[in-house]
């Protein structure tokens, strides 16, 4: 990461106007400091932290939130959950926590690519810390398997594989604005739109009903996910209310501009902070 280090020495320089990597600004654009920020998410029972999967900053301020949020939550149980570990990676990911062996892991299952440089820190920190770091969301295949043929596609699996996933028939919402973008994204592949939609939403539903068993132990989740499930209020929180009513959720997302100083309009409202990131910003694979 030594090009994100270098960009954050130039930002603090006499060039910092020009070259900023990031600000963060509230859900009505009004800029406020990375502290201010963090007393308020960890507040909630839920943080959802939406990043871009390519970018150092998204990355970077992941791991400082969690670590912040071990300072807030002294004595407090926190529940660390992945959207890019899948259920059926539970042996692995509780084989690594416990023999801290990234070759095992990494032989053992399929991570993200980038997931040595850009997630393991975060996992590592966890762990070293005494949090729960837990796999939340539904396997590939099966969203996959949804996006090809539909929902009926999964009423035919195994009971063992619908474990795999949160609990058969789960709610829908075809009004919400992501998944109305999705359905016609879905028209513009010249596939299915609702089933683009459904694909998305089992992942949503999986990642909150796995996040609602920790906080339903009394533990207080840090959940990383792309921007998109938790935007606009909706995708996985959405789901949390469902799994957990009246679980307190915040929210913090990543979006992308040329001039990180002023938030854009279309961005008002996509998450209680919001991180703007330099459209210039280096992706990490």
Same mark, same amino acid.
């Given at each position: 990461?030594?090009?994100?280090?270098?960009?954050?020495?130039?930002?603090?320089?006499?060039?910092?106007?020009?070259?900023?990597?990031?600000?963060?600004?509230?859900?009505?654009?009004?800029?406020?400091?990375?502290?201010?920020?963090?007393?308020?998410?960890?507040?909630?029972?839920?943080?959802?932290?939406?990043?871009?999967?390519?970018?150092?900053?998204?990355?970077?301020?992941?791991?400082?939130?969690?670590?912040?949020?071990?300072?807030?939550?002294?004595?407090?149980?926190?529940?660390?959950?992945?959207?890019?570990?899948?259920?059926?990676?539970?042996?692995?990911?509780?084989?690594?926590?416990?023999?801290?062996?990234?070759?095992? #892991?990494?032989?053992?299952? +399929? /991570?993200?690519?980038?997931? =040595?440089?850009?997630?393991?820190?975060?996992?590592?920190? @966890?762990? $070293?810390?005494?949090?729960?770091?837990?796999?939340?969301?539904?396997?590939?295949?099966?969203?996959?398997?949804?996006?090809?043929?539909?929902?009926?596609?999964?009423?035919?699996?195994?009971?063992?594989?619908?474990?795999?996933?949160?609990?058969?028939?789960?709610?829908?919402?075809?009004? #919400?604005?992501?998944?109305? +973008? /999705?359905?016609?994204?879905? =028209?513009?592949?010249?596939?299915?739109?609702?089933?683009? @939609?459904? $694909?998305?939403?089992?992942?949503?539903?999986?990642?909150?009903?796995?996040?609602?068993?920790?906080?339903?132990?009394?533990?207080?989740?840090?959940?990383?996910?792309?921007?998109?499930?938790?935007?606009?209020?909706?995708?996985?929180?959405?789901?949390?209310?469902?799994?957990?009513?009246?679980?307190?959720?915040?929210?913090?997302?990543?979006?992308?501009? =040329?001039?990180?100083?002023?938030?854009?309009?279309?961005?008002?409202?996509?998450?209680?902070?919001?991180?703007?990131?330099?459209?210039?910003?280096?992706?990490?694979?």
């Amino acid at each position: 990461m030594k090009y994100l280090v270098f960009c954050l020495l130039i930002c603090s320089g006499s060039y910092a106007q020009d070259l900023e990597a990031f600000r963060i600004f509230d859900s009505k654009g009004k800029e406020v400091s990375f502290q201010k920020m963090m007393t308020k998410v960890s507040q909630n029972q839920v943080v959802l932290f939406g990043e871009f999967h390519d970018n150092p900053i998204s990355h970077w301020l992941e791991l400082t939130v969690l670590m912040e949020l071990n300072q807030k939550t002294t004595g407090s149980k926190l529940a660390v959950g992945f959207e890019m570990f899948e259920l059926h990676q539970v042996k692995a990911l509780n084989d690594y926590i416990a023999n801290k062996s990234y070759k095992a #892991l990494k032989d053992s299952t +399929e /991570l993200w690519t980038n997931f =040595k440089t850009d997630y393991k820190p975060i996992l590592d920190s @966890a762990i $070293a810390k005494g949090n729960i770091p837990f796999a939340a969301n539904v396997t590939r295949k099966y969203a996959g398997l949804v996006f090809k043929k539909g929902l009926v596609a999964l009423d035919t699996l195994p009971e063992a594989q619908k474990k795999l996933m949160a609990p058969l028939p789960f709610p829908f919402d075809s009004t #919400l604005t992501q998944y109305v +973008e /999705l359905i016609e994204m879905g =028209k513009e592949m010249h596939a299915s739109g609702i089933n683009f @939609a459904y $694909a998305q939403a089992i992942k949503d539903a999986t990642m909150a009903y796995s996040i609602a068993q920790h906080v339903k132990k009394g533990e207080m989740v840090y959940f990383l996910n792309g921007a998109f499930h938790s935007d606009f209020h909706q995708g996985i929180m959405w789901y949390v209310e469902k799994y957990a009513a009246g679980t307190k959720v915040g929210t913090i997302t990543t979006v992308s501009q =040329k001039d990180v100083r002023k938030l854009q309009k279309e961005h008002l409202n996509r998450a209680d902070f919001i991180v703007v990131v330099n459209e210039t910003m280096l992706s990490t694979h």
